[in-house]
């Protein structure tokens, strides 16, 4: 069995779909990547779990292996057969046997050296409110590793090539057999000296040392499109770590991190805004200057407008990434009522109160307690 269920690894269910899989992974993959999280051995083995998790159910072969045995690496029986079979002459069961196990029985087992394609590398932008909704371009720095141009990624001095392992003669993998009452098992692990590559390197490249990469510095120019929120990703093809033994490079992924604003408050690809007018306005009506992204708007609140009044101002919000159209900005109406009134103050709201044929009242305590009118 496998030491870790992979499905709980990326905070799955069995059985999850191919989607589900590479968004679990993404996710967790951009939280625990080494350079997000340097010096935390924790997040490191962690990001090798997660990595080691998504290598088997992104595969769809490993994953049926996986699914119905619990475990994808399947090199345990292998040479003289099991109990005394031999797997390898049953005709269609070997056929079967080897697309499960790989050729673990019977055959000469996986070859590990084929090309891999580079990891996937997560950066993050900042951007401000206005940014993210009008987009922006935005040049970041980073440090990846890429394939050496010496050597073009072989790892040998120019003008020499690699050569088979010695030790596992190209496969990339050891195998120890031995012999038990139930028949011969062998053991499969990858090889120590050329570390599952298949092939040694006797001289080495001199810019690259051998590894077939180097630790760079790079510009890249990222097009954030009109939109974006926080959380959102924008994937960068080829641009993550160089692959090994002739594979692609990894991506890119940029996490947009968007700053909050002063006024303006977004839900979605709506924009609301608090706006603050007198009670008199709010009852006689009047004009505001309504601050937008675009820029200041006019708009006519109606007389009787009430605290707490929401108008729309549409087509004024954030526009639809990659889309057509925009949201809407609302106005949240907030009345003021002042705290002090001056004597002309107070003398025309008692005018307003008389005219609204409310009577003021006056109350006075009994000599017993009572209230009088």
């Known amino acids: 069995m496998a030491k870790k269920d992979y499905y709980e690894v990326l905070g799955l269910q069995k059985g999850a779909s191919e989607d589900e899989i590479k968004k679990a992974f993404r996710k967790l993959a951009i939280q625990y990547h080494p350079d997000k999280n340097q010096g935390n051995k924790e997040a490191e083995e962690k990001f090798k779990e997660i990595n080691e998790a998504y290598q088997v159910l992104s595969d769809p072969q ?93 790892g040998a ?15 990339g993998q050891v195998k120890v057999q031995r012999n038990t009452p139930l028949g011969s098992f062998v053991s499969v692990s990858t090889c120590d000296t050329c570390s599952g590559k298949g092939n040694v390197v006797s001289d080495p490249c001199p810019e690259c040392r051998g590894k077939g990469t180097l630790r760079k510095q ?109 949201g809407d900005q609302y106005i949240n109406v907030i009345v003021d009522i002042p705290k002090t009134l001056n004597a002309k103050q107070k003398e025309a709201l008692h005018a307003f109160m008389e005219a609204s044929g409310e009577v003021e009242e006056t109350e006075k305590w009994g000599i017993f307690g009572k209230k009088k009118k």
């Open 157 to 171: 001095k120019p003008g020499t090539q690699p050569k088979v392992c010695p030790k596992c003669n190209g496969s």
């Open 218 to 326: 790079k510009k890249i120019k990222v097009k954030v499109p009109a939109g974006v929120d926080n959380g959102n990703a924008i994937p960068i093809r080829g641009q993550g770590e160089a692959g090994t033994n002739g594979g692609p490079s990894g991506d890119l992924y940029a996490s947009i991190r968007v700053a909050p604003h002063q006024f303006f408050k977004r839900k979605g690809f709506d924009i609301y805004i608090d706006t603050h007018i007198s009670f008199s306005k709010a009852a006689l009506g009047a004009e505001l200057k309504i601050e937008t992204v675009d820029g200041e708007v006019k708009y006519t609140v109606p007389a009787g407008t009430q605290p707490g009044t929401v108008f729309r101002l549409k087509g004024k919000g954030v526009p639809f990434v990659n889309g057509r159209g925009r």
């Open 62 to 154: 490993k994953k049926a292996q996986y699914d119905q045995f619990g475990t994808a690496d399947f090199q345990g029986f292998e040479g003289g057969g099991f109990g005394g079979f031999d797997f390898s002459d049953m005709g269609g069961f070997g056929d079967i046997f080897d697309s499960f196990f790989g050729g673990g029985f019977g055959g000469g087992g996986r070859r590990r050296n084929g090309p891999q394609k580079g990891a996937d590398l997560e950066y993050t932008i900042n951007l401000t409110f206005e940014e993210a909704v009008f987009g922006a371009e935005k040049e970041i720095n980073l440090t990846r590793s890429e394939t050496c141009e010496t050597c073009t990624g072989s």
